[in-house]
């Protein structure tokens, strides 16, 4: 029942941001923006999901898989597109499933990878938000210093703790010490910690090109720092979905980010819309790759 609720809300929630865009924002300079800086949108916006979808690849190797290119890529590209139409992150039941079903990768131990990663990028955007704040003058010298020993610390406390398994007869309890264990293991793991964080940085880079070439076609001047400063918050962002894929949110939240910085409301909405649009395209460009991509049963407990 509950999870009715939520829906219906997510669903109210997403008719309301869509209606007051259609009703409040001016999407005329859509039309303005040349062929060449659509191509470097959808160019910037494809490698920026490739390098994210390959994330999976890297903390499944820590678990001695090795997924195949065509695997991580379309595994990828259907859970992003599952999350543009469900609500609550949905594209994640189906890379759980096939992984349960092809290699025994428990749930418990999905979601502990998958807590793992999230919280590494939680990590990396405060702490490259800070320095670009720093950069462009929104935060100054001692908040910079904060955060950056704030994270320092939260990525160091996992050494702190003991990750060996523990047993409980209750099954609830097991499957959340499992997740805690799995968690640790890669928390712990310097090799996965810095092989993230340096797959993190690609993704960021390109994220931030692709609001600096987005705004570009639109006439908007972006400095880099501005643009990563939006690259990130809505990369945050991105970690909930509020709504289906978060549409209508990370448009709005550009749009106040833009204009705090400076900039046009309407135009910062509209350069997150482009950012979406050519995304979708690039998904759909790389949907070839997972045809046929088969699974197979297993008996594996969670």
């Known amino acids: 029942m509950a999870g009715l609720v939520r829906k219906i809300l997510q669903a109210l929630l997403l008719l309301a941001v869509v209606l007051i865009a259609i009703q409040y924002v001016d999407f005329s300079s859509v039309w303005n923006v040349s062929a060449v800086y659509l191509a470097a949108v959808t160019l910037v916006a494809l490698a920026a999901n490739i390098a994210r979808f ?7 190797l820590r678990r001695a898989i090795d997924l195949g290119w065509r ?10 597109l599952l999350n543009l139409f469900l609500p609550l992150s949905a594209g994640l039941s189906i890379k759980a499933i096939y992984l349960k079903r092809k290699y025994r990768f428990r749930y418990a131990d999905f979601i502990g990878t998958h807590s793992a990663i999230t919280l590494l990028q939680v990590y ?14 929104k935060i100054n010298d001692l908040a910079t210093i904060l955060i950056v020993a704030l ?5 160091s406390a996992p050494f702190f703790f003991a990750h060996e398994r523990i ?3 209750s099954k609830l309890i097991q499957a959340l010490l499992d997740i805690y264990t799995s968690f ?4 712990k793991d310097l090799r996965f910690v810095a092989e993230v ?19 570009g076609g639109l006439g908007v001047a972006l400095g880099l720092p501005d643009a990563m400063l939006i690259a990130v918050a809505v990369s945050l962002l991105s970690l909930v979905n509020i709504t289906p894929g978060n549409i209508g949110v990370q448009e709005f939240v550009v749009a106040f980010i833009g204009q705090a910085l400076g900039g046009d409301f309407d135009s910062a909405f509209v350069a997150m819309l482009l950012i979406r ?11 070839p790759a997972g045809m046929g991509l088969g699974l197979r049963r297993t008996g594996e407990s969670v």
């Open 54 to 60: 390959y994330t999976l690849k890297l903390a499944l």
């Open 71 to 80: 695997e991580w890529l379309s595994l990828g590209v259907y859970s992003s």
């Open 124 to 137: 990396f955007l405060v702490l490259v938000g800070g320095l670009s704040g720093l950069m462009s003058g």
């Open 151 to 155: 994270v320092l610390a939260a990525m």
């Open 167 to 169: 047993r409980s007869e």
């Open 184 to 187: 640790l293991v890669l928390a």
């Open 197 to 215: 964080l340096v797959n993190m940085g690609v993704i960021l880079v390109f994220t931030c090109l692709a609001f600096y070439f987005s705004f």
């Open 277 to 287: 649009a050519m995304s979708i395209v690039g998904f759909f460009l790389l949907m």
